[in-house]
């Protein structure tokens, strides 16, 4: 075994409760049983990111921005209870902020990370004061050119906050064209940090891919039902497809953690070796004196004799001996 970090899974609760705060704490409950390190939030606050007129995205529009996030908004004491609930059930509390005064918020929660979401990379007030607070930051790419990412990168590395950048693209859902895995590779050469995928596709399989790829993190949107009300449930991992997903990104690390030598591989597979492989055998019956050609020789299971590989170097020798048909063939069979 390694000694590579344990890659941390994050189920994105975002919107997907609708400003229920049941909802939100069973969510909670969900992510942690299907096998999520930590969960996900966002921290809206009308007044102080949005105004009345902003539009829509286009994936949402069933009502107007300003009073959506008016309407879906906890308050702090239901803050504070669902960081409590995530401790209880033993996975980290994450939240993204969209203006100082969620930052504020945040800090007063007691938050040790933050996650900066797409839209903010160019926000660079925000980003300067979330750099001050000294946490981990996990930096999301979404809809950044190399340019502004680069600008965003630097405001955390002069801070020496720990750093994650997360290859996203803000497509809803992605396609798997635009999924981006080129650049895992590439974020993590360019900025020397660790590097994560934050996958907007509907299934599992550009996770399983980042896993292999050596992500150290993967944040997927989750909910009870794609066909709840909202701006995050049609795009989201309901709860099998969440846990098969971290099921397999587990399986994953330990393959990647797991390094196989081929030739010890070989003999311990010694045993099944002799029954699958094949040994150079007597097709009829060879007198004594006779020279083997390819009427009296073949190869046939089990193994443990003279291996098939050396068939050929066989023909052409002489039987010491009267060998019958149907024998695996041993070097004293043989004259030298």
């Not at 930052?103 to 933050?114: C, D, T």
């Not at 094949?278 to 443990?304: F, H, M, N, Y």
């Not at 009267?322 to 004293?332: F, V």
């Amino acid at each position: 075994m390694n000694n590579r970090a344990k890659l941390r899974m994050i189920a994105e609760i975002g919107m997907s409760h609708d400003g229920s705060f049941g909802n939100a704490s069973r969510l909670i409950d969900m992510a942690a049983e299907c096998g999520a390190d930590l969960v996900k939030f966002q921290l809206h606050i009308s007044e102080a990111e949005t105004l009345r007129s902003a539009p829509p995205p286009p994936y949402f529009s069933s009502e107007p921005r300003y009073e959506y996030f008016e309407r879906t908004a906890f308050s702090a004491e239901q803050w504070q209870k669902l960081k409590a609930r995530c401790a209880e059930k033993k996975v980290g509390f994450l939240c993204s902020p969209f203006s100082a005064e969620a930052v504020e918020r945040l800090e007063r929660l007691g938050v040790s990370a933050y996650k900066i979401p797409s839209g903010e990379v160019t926000n660079h007030p925000l980003l300067e004061l979330i750099a001050s607070t000294g946490k981990e930051v996990l930096l999301s790419s979404g809809m950044s050119s190399w340019k502004e990412l680069d600008a965003a990168v630097e405001i955390f590395k002069k801070r020496r906050n720990r750093l994650t950048v997360f290859q996203c693209t803000s497509a809803y859902p992605c396609p798997y064209e635009e999924v981006g895995l080129n650049l895992l590779g590439e974020m993590r050469k360019r900025y020397e940090v660790e590097v994560g995928l934050s996958d907007h596709t509907l299934d599992e399989f550009a996770s399983l891919a980042a896993a292999a790829l050596g992500a150290s993190a993967i944040e997927r949107h989750v909910t009870f039902s794609r066909k709840m009300y909202g701006s995050d449930p049609a795009h989201s991992l309901e709860p099998s497809e969440f846990a098969r997903l971290c099921a397999g990104v587990r399986a994953i690390e330990t393959m990647l953690a797991s390094p196989v030598d081929k030739d010890r591989m070989a003999g311990k597979l010694a045993g099944m070796k002799r029954t699958f492989e094949k040994s150079v055998v007597s097709l009829a019956d060879i007198p004594k004196g006779a020279i083997l050609t390819r009427e009296l020789i073949g190869v046939k299971k089990p193994g443990g004799g003279i291996p098939a590989s050396r068939y050929g170097d066989l023909m052409g020798r002489r039987s010491r001996k009267a060998i019958p048909a149907g024998k695996a063939l041993k070097e004293e069979d043989l004259e030298r």
